[in-house]
């Protein structure tokens, strides 16, 4: 049986973002988005560690993923996109709200943008799967 090829586009979330380095390219869409969300959480992190080696690391992170991605941008379309998001999370009885709100809008975005989300975290995204393809990596 023939394997499935690549997937030609995804977004990847923060959490793939961060771990880059250690996935199997061949886990991954050949051509990689990010949203402008990711690049505001990557931008925090250096601010959120007292470690001054942690925070070089976050530091290069950041600028890493500023040099080879353009960010998709959290737009009108992302914000209607963010309804059918909230309404998906919300029918698994699950809060929509608070920690976990920046990883719906970077959701919403890849709904809009029609891309599937590539995450090291699948379970944080339970019953989103219903309204667009949540890939765990």
Do not use: W
């Amino acid at each position: 049986m023939a394997e499935a090829p690549r997937p030609l586009q995804g977004l990847i979330h923060t959490s793939v973002v961060i771990d880059l380095d250690h996935i199997d390219a061949e886990q991954l869409p050949i051509e990689l988005a990010i949203s402008a969300l990711t690049t505001a959480e990557l931008a925090a992190g250096p601010h959120a560690t007292v470690d001054a080696g942690e925070r070089a690391r976050r530091q290069d992170r950041l600028q890493r993923a500023e040099a080879n991605f353009d960010p998709l941008p959290f737009d009108g379309d992302s914000a209607r996109a963010y309804g059918r998001v909230y309404a998906a999370v919300a029918a698994t009885g699950r809060k929509a709200r608070g920690p976990r709100a920046v990883d719906l809008l970077i959701t919403a975005t890849a709904l809009a943008a029609n891309l599937p989300l590539y995450t090291r975290n699948v379970d944080d995204f339970r019953g989103l799967d219903e309204i667009l393809p949540i890939v765990g990596v």
